[in-house]
């Protein structure tokens, strides 16, 4: 997850009234506890797919790579100094045409506009007709692919400078070397982090870069799609209950339905045993500790929340290790929240602690 945090961020939206969306949270313009690190904790923890997010993550670094490498070759071809071996007069023109690239987030093309789908069509357009052996018959493609590089590749945030020119920091082969890492580390049959996808992406992408030489970004646009389109429908609307909702997470959750289930054990039979020996009404008010204890733990289970926690502004993101609330609406929504499971507790603790301190006692 390191890796991934080097990526500059964009300013979070401290204005929001409404909750976040999973392009926001992916973007880092959230805070904690729906931001990018609780987000991947909880596809590491809960959702055991954590592949699928380190697969996309790494898809738009990939795209930033591209996005920094051409803009710094347009720039040298605007102050005069093109690098010579950098492609035709046709490639030049793409550059020229490209305008300021842009520094918005790379995210799924539904999110895009009609701009920055320009730009990046361009981009890749550009990263076609610059590739080594662009214009090679598909034979000579076939012969430079035929040994698989390994996955270990350092990946692209690795990178300093391999490029002839002082102005770079990011080469031709780097990309390269990123399109193939994504591909053999997540894509192919077999892989280190294989995931799971329909047969004609993968092989679609496959074909791509192994035959037809492809790096550009457009290679993995149909596979990030998919990938985040899968997250925003089968993980995103768990991790917004458990995080905006609530403020705990299943392993607490279950030891407090424990520590719960044992306390009402515990208030009950010492109810009975008070009732049952004649004890004072005075002695019988000791019965609010347990019951106390059970209910708070018991409120706390049903709503995934502890209501002290939230009301003090902590969220749990691994067990006992606690993290501020500063995503504004999750706060007032924990707030309120905590406000409700609270009035539950000292109503059912009240009702309780009442009911068998006022029952009449008679000694066995």
Same mark, same amino acid.
């Given at each position: 997850?390191?890796?991934?945090?080097?990526?500059p961020?964009?300013q979070p939206?401290?204005?929001?009234?409404?909750l976040?969306?999973?392009?926001?949270?992916?973007?880092?313009?959230?805070?904690?506890?729906?931001?990018?690190?609780?987000?991947?904790?909880?596809?590491?923890?809960?959702?055991?797919?954590v592949?699928?997010?380190?697969f996309?993550?790494?898809v738009?670094?990939?795209?930033?790579?591209?996005?920094?490498y051409?803009?710094?070759?347009r720039?040298?071809?605007?102050?005069?100094?093109p690098?010579?071996?950098?492609?035709s007069?046709?490639?030049?023109a793409?550059?020229?045409?490209?305008?300021?690239?842009?520094?918005?987030q790379?995210?799924?093309?539904?999110?895009?506009t009609e701009?920055?789908?320009?730009q990046?069509?361009q981009?890749?357009?550009?990263l076609?007709?610059?590739?080594?052996?662009?214009?090679?018959?598909p034979?000579?493609s076939?012969?430079r692919?035929?040994?698989r590089?390994?996955?270990?590749?350092?990946?692209?945030?690795?990178?300093t400078t391999?490029?002839?020119?002082?102005?770079?920091t990011v080469?031709r082969q780097d990309?390269?070397a990123?399109?193939?890492?994504i591909?053999?580390?997540?894509?192919?049959?077999?892989?280190?982090?294989?995931?799971?996808?329909?047969?004609?992406?993968t092989?679609?992408?496959?074909?791509?870069?192994?035959?037809?030489g492809?790096?550009?970004?457009?290679v993995?646009d149909?596979?990030?799609?998919?990938?985040f389109?899968?997250?925003?429908?089968?993980?995103?609307?768990?991790?917004?209950?458990?995080?905006?909702l609530?403020?705990?997470i299943? @392993?607490?959750?279950i030891? +407090?339905?424990i520590?719960?289930? *044992?306390?009402m054990f515990?208030?009950?039979? $010492?109810?009975?045993? %008070?009732?049952?020996?004649?004890?004072?009404?005075?002695?019988?008010?000791?019965?609010?500790?347990?019951?106390?204890?059970?209910?708070?733990?018991?409120?706390?289970?049903?709503y995934?929340i502890?209501?002290?926690?939230?009301?003090?502004?902590?969220s749990?993101?691994? @067990?006992?290790?606690?993290s +501020?609330?500063?995503?504004p609406? *999750?706060?007032k929504l924990?707030?309120?929240? $905590?406000?409700?499971? %609270?009035?539950?507790?000292?109503l059912?603790?009240?009702?309780?602690?009442?009911?068998?301190?006022?029952?009449?006692?008679?000694?066995?």
């Amino acid at each position: 997850m390191d890796e991934h945090a080097n990526t500059p961020s964009p300013q979070p939206d401290l204005n929001r009234n409404r909750l976040p969306t999973l392009f926001e949270v992916l973007s880092r313009r959230t805070l904690p506890p729906v931001d990018l690190f609780s987000f991947y904790i909880y596809m590491r923890d809960q959702q055991r797919s954590v592949d699928y997010l380190d697969f996309w993550l790494d898809v738009a670094q990939h795209m930033s790579l591209c996005r920094h490498y051409v803009r710094e070759l347009r720039r040298s071809v605007l102050v005069g100094t093109p690098e010579p071996d950098k492609g035709s007069k046709r490639s030049s023109a793409i550059l020229e045409g490209l305008g300021d690239m842009s520094h918005h987030q790379p995210g799924p093309s539904m999110y895009a506009t009609e701009k920055e789908r320009d730009q990046d069509a361009q981009m890749s357009a550009y990263l076609r007709e610059d590739r080594p052996g662009a214009h090679d018959s598909p034979q000579s493609s076939n012969d430079r692919v035929r040994g698989r590089p390994s996955p270990n590749i350092s990946t692209p945030r690795d990178i300093t400078t391999d490029s002839n020119s002082p102005a770079h920091t990011v080469a031709r082969q780097d990309i390269r070397a990123s399109a193939e890492k994504i591909l053999y580390t997540f894509l192919l049959p077999g892989a280190e982090r294989e995931i799971t996808l329909p047969g004609s992406i993968t092989s679609d992408v496959t074909t791509a870069i192994e035959e037809f030489g492809r790096d550009d970004p457009e290679v993995f646009d149909v596979a990030k799609d998919y990938v985040f389109q899968a997250m925003e429908r089968d993980a995103f609307p768990g991790f917004l209950r458990m995080k905006a909702l609530g403020n705990l997470i299943p @392993p607490t959750l279950i030891m +407090r339905l424990i520590l719960g289930l *044992v306390s009402m054990f515990g208030g009950f039979w $010492a109810a009975f045993i %008070l009732i049952f020996l004649d004890e004072s009404r005075r002695t019988k008010l000791w019965l609010i500790l347990p019951f106390t204890v059970g209910v708070y733990c018991l409120a706390s289970y049903q709503y995934s929340i502890d209501p002290v926690l939230a009301l003090v502004g902590y969220s749990e993101y691994t @067990p006992f290790n606690f993290s +501020r609330v500063r995503e504004p609406y *999750v706060r007032k929504l924990l707030a309120e929240r $905590a406000m409700v499971v %609270l009035g539950v507790t000292v109503l059912i603790d009240a009702a309780l602690c009442v009911l068998f301190t006022l029952v009449p006692g008679k000694r066995l």
